[in-house]
């Protein structure tokens, strides 16, 4: 591993974080890389680079923040060689792979190579004449007092359901545990390869979610009743579509990839980190046996 790429959250102290990067590319000579805007104000001593030519150069983005920020590097590392670690500043870190003091430990084990390339779906959104690509979720979402989402999704060219929603929300599986999940979708594996289409407080008799095939062609499209909405993708505001206006989704496997060591499932993070429970009708002492008694 010669070229590390450090992709900062904007406010978090990551002073710390970034001289664990640097102290053990210093023993393993290796070059640390990052955004001129993001190293300025830490004042260290990496290299100053565009934030094309971090995702072009770097052998490893180490993304130092939150889920945010992990999302961010993802979109850096799109179609890049690089694969992206997390390392948690924030609070849920969902994302995110290590903790600060785990770090070095973790670069020394991706120097050996001893780590699993974890491959992401992307998505890729035509909205008007603007692509933009999402990792997680595209959401079109109401305006406040502009009028609900009436939004009708085909499949293959033809319709198949039309949700009046506060959003509809179109998700990776990654992106399952985020917006989708909060809006009462099913949590997917990082390994299923699908889409998930997941109305937010639907206003509709028909109000269950979609899981499509990454081979669908999708498009929303927002009906002549709907309000005019916001199209958030990665949970920030990308631009806004009225009614008559088409989005047009496709999935893209593979756009980027995270880096994984082994050391917890998906399962147990998903568990641990979204707090998830059991049944207060299971006693945590009794085994389930799937009988009703």
């Known amino acids: 591993m010669h070229t590390i790429g450090l992709v900062l959250h904007p406010q978090r102290d990551s002073a710390e ?28 001593a990496a290299t100053a680079v565009s934030a094309s030519e971090l995702g072009r150069r770097s052998d490893l983005l180490v993304s130092l923040g939150g889920d945010g920020t992990m999302l961010r590097a993802m979109r ?17 870190g969902f994302l995110a792979e290590v903790d600060v003091p785990g770090l070095p430990a973790a670069l020394s084990a991706i120097d050996r190579k001893d780590f699993i390339h974890e491959p992401r779906l992307a998505i890729d ?3 008007g004449s603007a692509v933009v690509t999402a990792f997680n979720d595209v959401a079109a979402v109401r305006v406040p007092g502009q009028g609900i989402a009436v939004v009708a999704v085909h499949v293959g060219g033809q319709p ?12 990776t599986p990654a992106g399952s545990t985020a917006y989708s999940f909060s809006a009462g979708g099913p949590i997917l594996s990082p390994s299923v390869e699908a889409l998930l289409v997941t109305p937010a407080s639907p206003h509709s008799a028909y109000n269950r979610g979609v ?5 669908d062609t999708v498009t929303l499209e927002l009906l002549s009743t709907s309000g005019r909405l916001a199209i958030e993708v ?3 505001v990308s631009c806004y579509a009225e009614a008559g206006q088409d989005i047009d989704l496709r999935a893209r496997p593979g756009g980027a990839s995270v880096v994984r060591l082994g050391q917890t499932t998906f399962y147990q993070r998903a568990r641990r980190k979204l707090r998830i429970t059991d049944s207060a009708e299971i006693p945590e002492s009794v085994p389930y046996d799937g009988l009703d008694e």
């Open 76 to 92: 850096l590392a799109d179609r890049q060689r690089a694969p992206v670690l997390g390392v948690n500043l924030g609070k849920l």
């Open 234 to 236: 990665d949970g920030r």
């Open 160 to 171: 198949f359901v039309s949700y009046a929603a506060d959003a509809v929300i179109t998700a």
């Open 125 to 127: 959104a035509t909205i």
């Open 17 to 44: 974080a970034v001289q664990a990067v640097l102290d053990w590319a210093a023993r393993n000579g290796a070059e640390v890389l990052g955004i001129g805007n993001e190293i300025q104000r830490l004042n260290c």
């Open 211 to 215: 899981v499509l095939s990454v081979t």
